[in-house]
């Protein structure tokens, strides 16, 4: 049956509800509902949450998004990580109903001292209803209303004043007299924590970090986690806060890549990583070239050491040697010849790969995968890179990511899926953290706007982003094209426009060149080769742009509203090419403090899973105070031309003060200016491309 | 969990699937999902609708909306009334999966004959799974395929051939191997009878008809269904199917009003019908001045025998002086003076009704009004037109219908709501057959064609509309000031574009004098004296409409298309005042025919209230014929000039054939064109401002 107070499309709901939402610890979501009732009485609506303690906060009262749309909202700010509940609760508002009728009949004389009769009776309801949570001050400010508004000596325009005046209306705002209760939900969210949305990734192969060059034969040797250790300080010193590596398990033999993916490799030749498996191992195993377990544990120590987490790649396929083929075909697909079949896309072969078949033992591969990923978490990893999740059922993936949150819920997935938006979603709705996104392939203004916009507001509740700027696998034509200016527009654009980014080593030496012109393959792959790249020479030639990612961290690290996914605006310009959008946090401190002032430090995560929460006023977090960030940022997207246009704010949106009042401070150039409602902006990306401006409040 | 091949966002779900869908007897319905897999193989997803009999009917195959959305739809026609539920079943699809493959891999030389072999397993899996379903002329067409694809003496092309043809293709399609079945659903629809979607109706007040002036006093004394069941014939012969009666119920004498909405009435005025109730009686009473309930029998017996049914309207307030208001004061609200509150709206006040209050008695009043409804039942009224549903509590009507559904299916209910989209939306949710809707007040081109695509395709699955082109409350200004072709204009919109609607008496005599300027209500309205009308003299001075009306509704009852909802769509043309829609139905009967076939006349639903559902093959509805019925109607929006323009229609969406090769006869006007992709137009309001065209076939 439905309410009695009707509520009903109640947002965010995943597969009808069946699935939790996403959300995160400190990051306020939006709850929508259409709420409605018969005839002109007034209604009220809020939104109660229930924490993973099963304990409901306090209620946030919901507002009308605009005028007769009938459709509701309030922002929700989870104090604590694990599984929510939400219910949406509607009530007949009979104070609403008086304020609303009384001034207009009482003026009409309609009615007159019934009215203040009725309005009478109401707040001496109030004060009966709240006894205990009335405070004196406002138990005062009632009663010398009711006082006011019986003293027939006094004009009834004075009266009525008494009954209407705005801090008694915000006193029975936050006590309402709530009738004919209705009550729609509970309906699921769970709260991950300010990892799973905010963060700076940085990917890297250890086996090119210190790689050499053995002096006798020329031939590049293999760095070590050892050696990939020494990168570490600069990564961090870059602001990141996630590495992430690539498989470092035992490479296949069979039938191993050459070079640019060549089929003939020499002796030497490393292999692709992603050709996990061989006679040395497999998924629970370590590449001998990197060193052993406590090399690994090592390297993931210093990381932590330096306020870096690890994150792994998880890539369920095997070479041809990868000991689950002999120990269990049945994980594979055995065809009518009696071969086992290779990874293809017809008519092209992948014969370094076999993909795993997850229907002939389901529950036995299902098993082997959670000991491998235990292996891992075992030793640290915290975060897994998920390779191709699309090719694997989506059941599976929503079972396996349900067995590690139940026991250690701070370990994160992100899903490598560069496939059709239905699959996309799908790996976000059943558990996956973050997500890959469609971002490297839109370059456009107005493509850009557009997916930004979804990102933010459309399958928020279903999918992070993680704006990764390139991979080992992407190297888009506006790289290759575009120059230094390129680099820096792109991760301008990743590293404000979501609140997680990524960039794979070498994107800071500005490596554009491809193995063909028209792929987005990188020439010299490191996929299939060894690639150390000389940092330091090229921070000392001024050719690097680490000082860039540096102050873009910086920047991202300094401002909450840049750790925030749901509270990006688009703002217009008049130049197709400059783009502007505006970051707004009202009442938060940073998402990473929420995660910091607890004491816990990233890599910990083993020690505190099963924790309900930071140990923190739980109610706090649900409060607002008066601080406010707000980042508005302004793109050309032109890495060959300067541009000059007008950026027309939406003030009121981004609740700025009128036209030419506020002052703005360029974090990038340093500059202030007084901004409004539209202004003047010229960007020549051979000088900088971008405005990073942060309001400093009025002129 | 996810199903192994996930299915997600099924639709048409109505409030998480927990409220039935709209459906109908004959209609067919889209039931679409967002269906997906992992990796490169082929999938398969069918509906499986489950019949009020509790049998499942042949899965339904769903086909993709558009390449790489993975957006499915199929299209369901009930075969009988009552609830449904379907299922959307989606599985791994082996033949699919190799049709795809194999052209690929073995003109490319890969695996040629493993290929084969991979071919010849499938297609004897396919004679093994279907050996009882499979005719011998489709066993002959496998086994020719498997023998010519082994022969390994033919060219590889050929024995390609042999297992790609599209014979074998369609029977391979008509026998699927389905593998990883996964199941989402049951989720419910209900189906109708056929009224609840197409019909034609005429409002008349009988008080009206037959009122004669009193000879001595000159005062008109009021009709009764004596003298109104003489028109009757009229109303059948202008080919309409409910004749829908305003309220019949003794008037309340307390604050009675007078001509025009006036505050005086005199002595003989005969007040509002909807300020229902006296010393006479209520809800559950018959107005004397119309008779008694033999008299109301009789008029719903001539209306019966004439193919009409009785519509009656359920307003639920009382005149000061209703029964209920004595013997019941605790259904109405009273106020701190002790006085009882009469409906307002700040700060209008109308005193001549009390609203009723369905929270202090909530059971009591439910049971009247459901033994209310009873009375008017059991003496043939079959179709309730609710008067402001949206002032009473929803969760009462969703109450009411299901009580009223459960026991007689067959009886409708049409919702008078004018507001707000959430509770129109809502109030066709929780059970209404029918809604008024905006249509009135929707006339330029723009907003008639976004209004006909939302109700034909965002709303149909809740609402079904019923356009009525006037009602005694809205006499709108295109009307006051169109003339009569803006009458035609409006009837060919509301009787073409929607499988239901309505005409308020009067229309044709093209009644178009308001109250006042700026105002939709009537001069001199019939809510406030009676209004006679001399047809005859109309009709034999040409002034009427009711030919045009006859013929309007005789196209509509000889053309399936234009009594379905869901097959609407808009086409395109170069003048903004010229407005093309088309309607189109493959493979049906008229809906009416579902209905009259099955011996079931108008009227008789008290007889056969219970019954599952027409005694006629019931699989035979869900299979499609060869016939196809086509009508397009061009309409000149403009009733104060010629427009001459092209008209573009989609006519691979139509499914019609190329440029100029097919013949469209005007149904208005009597010609016949040949027509194609584009096509030259021009209406003249002053002569005819439509065609409405159906298509003859080609040329």
Same mark, same amino acid.
């Given at each position: 049956?439905?309410?009695?107070?009707?509520?009903?499309?109640?947002?965010?709901?995943?597969?009808?509800? /069946?699935?939790?939402?996403?959300?995160? &610890?400190?990051?306020?979501?939006?709850?929508?509902?259409?709420?409605?009732?018969?005839? %002109?009485?007034?209604?009220?609506?809020?939104?109660?949450?229930?924490?993973?303690?099963?304990?409901?906060?306090?209620?946030?009262?919901?507002?009308?998004?605009?005028?007769?749309?009938?459709?509701?909202?309030?922002?929700?700010?989870?104090?604590?990580?694990?599984?929510?509940?939400?219910?949406?609760?509607?009530?007949?508002?009979?104070?609403?109903?008086?304020?609303?009728?009384?001034?207009?009949?009482?003026?009409?004389?309609?009615?007159?001292?019934?009215? $203040?009769?009725?309005?009478?009776? &109401?707040?001496?309801?109030?004060? =009966?209803? %709240?006894?205990?949570?009335?405070? !004196?001050?406002?138990?005062?400010?009632?009663?010398?209303?009711?006082?006011?508004?019986?003293?027939?000596?006094?004009?009834?325009?004075?009266?009525?004043?008494?009954?209407?005046?705005?801090?008694?209306?915000?006193? +029975?705002?936050?006590?309402?007299?709530?009738?004919?209760?209705?009550?729609?939900?509970?309906?699921? !969210?769970?709260?991950?924590?300010?990892?799973?949305?905010?963060?700076?990734?940085?990917?890297?192969?250890?086996?090119?970090?210190?790689?050499?060059?053995?002096?006798?034969?020329?031939?590049?040797?293999?760095?070590?986690?050892?050696?990939?250790?020494?990168?570490?300080?600069?990564?961090?010193?870059?602001? $990141?806060?996630?590495?992430?590596?690539?498989?470092?398990?035992?490479?296949?033999?069979?039938?191993?890549?050459?070079?640019?993916?060549?089929?003939?490799?020499?002796?030497?030749?490393?292999?692709?990583?992603?050709?996990?498996?061989?006679?040395?191992?497999?998924?629970?195993?370590?590449?001998?070239?990197?060193?052993?377990?406590?090399?690994?544990?090592?390297?993931?120590?210093?990381?932590?050491?330096?306020?870096?987490?690890?994150?792994?790649?998880?890539?369920?396929?095997?070479?041809?040697?990868?000991?689950?083929?002999?120990?269990?075909?049945?994980? $594979?697909?055995?065809?009518?010849?009696?071969?086992?079949?290779?990874?293809?896309?017809?008519?092209?072969?992948?014969? =370094?790969?076999?993909?795993?078949?997850? =229907?002939?033992?389901?529950?036995?591969?299902?098993?082997?995968?959670?000991?491998?990923?235990?292996?891992?978490?075992?030793?640290?990893? /915290?975060?897994?890179?998920?390779?191709?999740?699309?090719?694997?059922?989506?059941?599976?993936?929503?079972?396996?990511?349900?067995?590690?949150?139940?026991?250690?819920?701070?370990?994160?997935?992100?899903?490598?899926?560069?496939?059709?938006?239905?699959?996309?979603?799908?790996?976000?709705?059943?558990?996956?953290?973050?997500?890959?996104?469609?971002?490297?392939?839109?370059?456009?203004?107005?493509?850009?706007?557009?997916?930004?916009?979804?990102?933010?507001?459309?399958?928020?509740?279903?999918?992070?982003?993680?704006?990764?700027?390139?991979?080992?696998?992407?190297? %888009?034509?506006?790289?290759?094209?575009?120059?230094?200016?390129?680099?820096?527009?792109?991760?301008? &654009?990743?590293?404000?426009?979501?609140?997680?980014?990524?960039?794979?080593?070498?994107?800071?030496?500005?490596?554009?060149?491809?193995?063909?012109?028209?792929?987005?393959?990188?020439?010299?792959?490191?996929?299939?080769?060894?690639?150390?790249?000389?940092?330091?020479?090229?921070?000392?030639?001024?050719?690097?742009?680490?000082?860039?990612?540096? /102050?873009?961290?910086?920047?991202?690290?300094?401002?909450?509203?840049?750790?925030? &996914?749901?509270? +990006?605006?688009?703002?217009?310009?008049?130049?197709?090419?400059? +783009?502007?959008?505006?970051?707004?946090?009202?009442?938060?401190?940073?998402?990473?403090?929420?995660?910091?002032?607890?004491?816990?430090?990233?890599?910990?995560?083993?020690?505190?899973?099963?924790?309900?929460?930071?140990?923190?006023?739980?109610?706090?977090?649900?409060?607002?105070?008066?601080?406010?960030?707000?980042?508005?940022?302004?793109?050309?997207?032109?890495?060959?031309?300067?541009?000059?246009?007008?950026? /027309?704010? =939406?003030?009121?949106?981004?609740?700025?003060?009128?036209?030419?009042?506020?002052?703005?401070?360029?974090?990038?150039?340093?500059?202030?200016?007084?901004?409004?409602?539209?202004?003047?902006?010229?960007?020549?990306?051979?000088?900088?491309?971008?405005?990073?401006?942060?309001?400093?409040?009025?002129?």
């Amino acid at each position: 049956m439905v309410g009695r107070i009707p509520v009903m499309d109640v947002s965010p709901l995943l597969d009808q509800g /069946r699935l939790p939402a996403k959300a995160t &610890l400190g990051e306020p979501f939006p709850v929508r509902a259409t709420v409605f009732r018969e005839g %002109h009485d007034q209604l009220g609506a809020e939104v109660v949450a229930t924490g993973p303690d099963g304990v409901p906060r306090a209620p946030v009262r919901m507002t009308e998004l605009a005028p007769g749309t009938d459709r509701y909202q309030a922002w929700v700010r989870p104090d604590a990580e694990g599984a929510w509940t939400f219910q949406v609760q509607a009530w007949s508002d009979p104070l609403g109903t008086w304020l609303h009728d009384a001034p207009i009949k009482i003026r009409a004389g309609v009615d007159v001292e019934l009215m $203040f009769t009725e309005g009478r009776l &109401l707040l001496e309801r109030v004060l =009966d209803e %709240h006894p205990g949570r009335l405070p !004196a001050p406002e138990v005062a400010v009632l009663r010398g209303a009711l006082d006011a508004a019986q003293d027939v000596t006094r004009p009834i325009e004075a009266r009525l004043a008494a009954l209407t005046s705005p801090e008694l209306t915000e006193i +029975l705002r936050d006590h309402p007299l709530r009738e004919l209760l209705s009550v729609e939900g509970p309906f699921p !969210a769970y709260a991950d924590r300010p990892r799973a949305l905010f963060g700076s990734w940085y990917e890297l192969f250890p086996r090119s970090e210190g790689a050499v060059a053995d002096p006798r034969t020329g031939q590049l040797r293999s760095g070590t986690f050892g050696t990939a250790a020494k990168r570490l300080p600069a990564v961090a010193a870059m602001g $990141f806060d996630v590495v992430y590596l690539p498989p470092i398990h035992p490479i296949g033999e069979v039938n191993r890549k050459g070079p640019n993916n060549t089929l003939d490799p020499a002796p030497g030749d490393p292999g692709s990583p992603w050709a996990i498996g061989s006679a040395a191992g497999g998924h629970d195993a370590i590449h001998p070239d990197l060193g052993t377990f406590a090399d690994f544990d090592a390297f993931v120590a210093e990381a932590n050491r330096l306020g870096l987490e690890v994150a792994l790649d998880l890539a369920l396929q095997a070479a041809p040697d990868h000991p689950w083929v002999s120990t269990h075909p049945e994980w $594979f697909t055995t065809r009518a010849d009696g071969t086992i079949a290779y990874a293809e896309n017809p008519p092209k072969k992948y014969q =370094d790969i076999y993909p795993i078949n997850f =229907d002939n033992d389901p529950d036995g591969i299902a098993a082997e995968v959670l000991r491998v990923v235990r292996v891992w978490m075992s030793h640290g990893v /915290r975060i897994f890179r998920v390779d191709n999740p699309h090719t694997k059922p989506l059941a599976f993936w929503q079972w396996l990511l349900a067995e590690v949150r139940a026991s250690d819920p701070d370990v994160l997935f992100l899903s490598e899926a560069f496939t059709r938006p239905a699959m996309m979603h799908g790996l976000g709705s059943v558990g996956f953290h973050q997500s890959y996104t469609y971002f490297t392939w839109r370059t456009e203004k107005d493509e850009i706007e557009d997916y930004l916009a979804e990102v933010s507001h459309a399958s928020d509740h279903l999918m992070r982003p993680n704006f990764f700027v390139n991979t080992p696998d992407i190297l %888009h034509g506006f790289l290759q094209y575009g120059g230094p200016a390129a680099f820096k527009i792109r991760a301008v &654009l990743a590293a404000m426009g979501s609140p997680s980014w990524g960039v794979y080593a070498g994107y800071e030496l500005c490596e554009h060149v491809a193995v063909r012109p028209g792929s987005e393959e990188y020439l010299d792959s490191e996929k299939y080769q060894l690639r150390p790249r000389d940092w330091a020479a090229a921070e000392a030639e001024g050719r690097s742009l680490a000082p860039y990612l540096t /102050r873009l961290n910086e920047i991202r690290r300094a401002h909450p509203a840049l750790q925030l &996914l749901r509270n +990006l605006t688009v703002q217009a310009t008049d130049d197709d090419h400059v +783009l502007c959008f505006a970051k707004t946090a009202a009442g938060l401190d940073t998402v990473a403090d929420a995660r910091y002032s607890t004491g816990e430090t990233p890599g910990a995560g083993v020690a505190t899973a099963g924790r309900a929460g930071p140990a923190r006023d739980e109610q706090a977090l649900l409060e607002t105070s008066e601080v406010t960030d707000t980042v508005i940022v302004v793109l050309n997207l032109d890495p060959h031309g300067a541009r000059e246009t007008i950026v /027309r704010l =939406d003030l009121d949106a981004l609740g700025l003060p009128a036209a030419n009042s506020f002052v703005v401070h360029d974090e990038l150039s340093g500059a202030d200016w007084t901004w409004g409602a539209e202004n003047y902006v010229r960007l020549d990306p051979f000088v900088e491309p971008a405005h990073i401006l942060t309001v400093r409040g009025p002129r």
